[in-house]
DNA sequence: AGGTCGATTGTAAACGCTTACAAATTTGGC
DNA sequence: GCCAAATTTGTAAGCGTTTACAATCGACCT
């Protein structure tokens, strides 16, 4: 392989241009305590002045730190995933780490093949941004062994930190705006359960649901209760069985936006709308929910990635620290979601 | 930082398990030639009864591969981005490779960053796969120097593997499906030119425009050339612009499904519709294309990220080799589009 | 047989950094 | 001013590979 013609400009040469010991610039330069503020300023001129940095592979060879972080995602495709890792990738970006995106495809066998050499990736990265990822024990044990750093986001009840939305009570809002308009029939299409306790978000969903009636006196009709998955098809083929049964709601909950686009979908192919025929809202503010003017709880996808990945880098800059694992205990950090009226939803 | 407690497999390990030399399996388990068949045998048993796996830290210092590449993208959250990188990972993932994501995020200011420290990039990864990026003369020479292997998809006139569409041939089979149709009247929803020799999408489409007018003897009326970049807003705003003009055409061509998707918005806040007041056909098949019946030119979009993913392994695979630069001279592959006729067109 | 050449294998020196540990320096209490 | 303790700095030994280069081993010619 060619090689680039500029020689590297290594640690020895900003020693050397710093009056300063090999060992001595490299603590300076690493934030190390132990070093006077004249060393540690010597140290820093000398680098800038070369265009040093620390070359990755030997600084992970010899016990550092490898400068890049992983994100796993069950996607990368999906409106959500793809907002959160862009966000998070900037953030690691400008902390001056670099990101490698794993995708988990959505195909079996990749996870278990992961997790399985932890090990190896641990090698390669310093810690790990996980996006709603479905953990078994296994999965949990062989993480904390590997001596990485993790955080997440739309996880529950994790040792690490996490990021996410309070699903129950997006739903209970979703669904309380219904009733308030005076919509009494309410349906759910209602995501998948994953069965790992780490990811609950459809089922938190359906909870808030269920809340939201029980506010108003209401209890859940099981027949109103649709499987949707949360895929644009999903949502259609939900809706469609809705529309088939004779028997039409007044209000329709569905669990993420791509699910109410779906329900949009079958709605206009048997000539019917919303929010004439039924009332519709959603879960995200999707891209495409303003083009389409669906009524839905925003939550913001960028601001969980980025702030997820802000706590890993947090979490990997105390790393040095002495009291494992890696200073304090994990937070858990609910962001606020917002009702955005558009035009899906009226009273009756 | 806690450290994974099973301690490293090292080749060493490998070589004593093996009865070989450290030398001896480290040229057996990369492949290289001169080494006898049994010797590795040999060495292949017994790394695999190890379970061991090269370091790439190590492996990287010494002067091998880094076993990652980077992908760099303008955004990752575009459709077509999105859609790209993933496709990409996993083959990279299949490869054997770390996927390192660089996202431009479309802020001026990273992407000169970039190419001024590629050197530090180089040392990274091993290769990096550009999504339509525009590069100027003194980045062309940059990634040249910088000794990495390069690929692209949907660039051009590029020293390096390449795989896109015909966007002159695409653009012209969209007009040419509206003049089949009997319009005569067409609009066309522009891209906006980068500037930058690498990336000619925009100014090729509207050419192949122009190609299909001609066919039919007809020339582009300037005013029927609208500007609108390759966003939804972009889009809407062009067709409101159209609208208000009072003189609106038969069939607008939109240079991309997301413009599109903003006309169609422009023309429902007006009362209007497609294919009812004036056909649309757009270039893409962007997944909410199906969900709004736009008639399209569909590009594999997928295909072509895994397909330029597959060209820069191969690179890699023979950059063993003597003869530089990776043996070999650049390809450029044009995959098929395919018209997906849907409901905002139609005769008149 | 002796010598040569090619293929295979081994030895040992990088690669550029981190980090025990030792050495040098400063600080501060009397 | 002097000594111990605390702080700062330097020395040198790895970290796990790759790769010149040397060594070994047969095979093949003459």
Aim: glycine share 10%.
């Amino acid at each position: 392989m060619p090689q680039a013609n500029t020689p590297r400009v290594r640690i020895q040469d900003v020693a050397a241009l710093s009056g300063l010991s090999i060992c001595t610039v490299s603590r300076a330069l690493r934030q190390l305590p132990n070093v006077s503020e004249h060393a540690r300023g010597r140290a820093r001129d000398a680098a800038a002045k070369l265009g040093y940095k620390a070359s990755s592979a030997a600084s992970r060879l010899a016990g550092g730190s490898t400068g890049s972080v992983a994100i796993i995602a069950p996607t990368a495709t999906a409106w959500f995933f793809a907002r959160a890792v862009e966000a998070a990738e900037e953030v690691f970006a400008d902390g001056g780490y670099d990101t490698v995106l794993i995708s988990l495809r959505n195909r079996s066998g990749v996870q278990p093949k992961l997790f399985g050499d932890l090990a190896g990736l641990a090698q390669r990265v310093d810690g790990v941004l996980l996006l709603n990822i479905a953990l078994g024990e296994t999965e949990m044990a062989a993480l904390a062994e590997s001596g990485l750093a993790v955080a997440s986001v739309g996880m529950h009840g994790v040792p690490w930190d996490n990021v996410g939305i309070d699903n129950a009570e997006a739903a209970r809002a979703a669904a309380t705006h219904l009733l308030e308009l005076g919509h009494r029939d309410l349906a759910i299409l209602a995501g998948s359960e994953t069965g790992a306790p780490t990811v609950v978000t459809a089922s938190e969903r359906r909870r808030g649901f269920e809340l939201a009636l029980a506010d108003h006196g209401l209890t859940v009709d099981p027949d109103r209760v649709i499987d949707a998955g949360s895929s644009i098809e999903g949502g259609r083929l939900a809706m469609v069985k809705l529309i088939e049964s004779g028997r039409m709601p007044s209000a329709v909950f569905a669990g993420c936006d791509e699910t109410a686009f779906g329900a949009l979908m079958a709605l206009r192919e048997s000539g019917l709308s919303a929010p004439e025929n039924v009332s519709i809202i959603g879960i995200d503010d999707h891209q495409m929910s303003w083009f389409l003017g669906l009524t839905t709880m925003a939550q913001p996808v960028a601001d969980q990635g980025a702030f997820a990945a802000t706590l890993l880098i947090d979490r990997l800059h105390r790393s040095g620290l002495p009291n494992p694992p890696f200073a304090g205990p994990p937070s858990n950090h609910l962001l606020e979601t917002k009702l955005v009226e558009r035009n899906s939803t009226r009273g009756r």
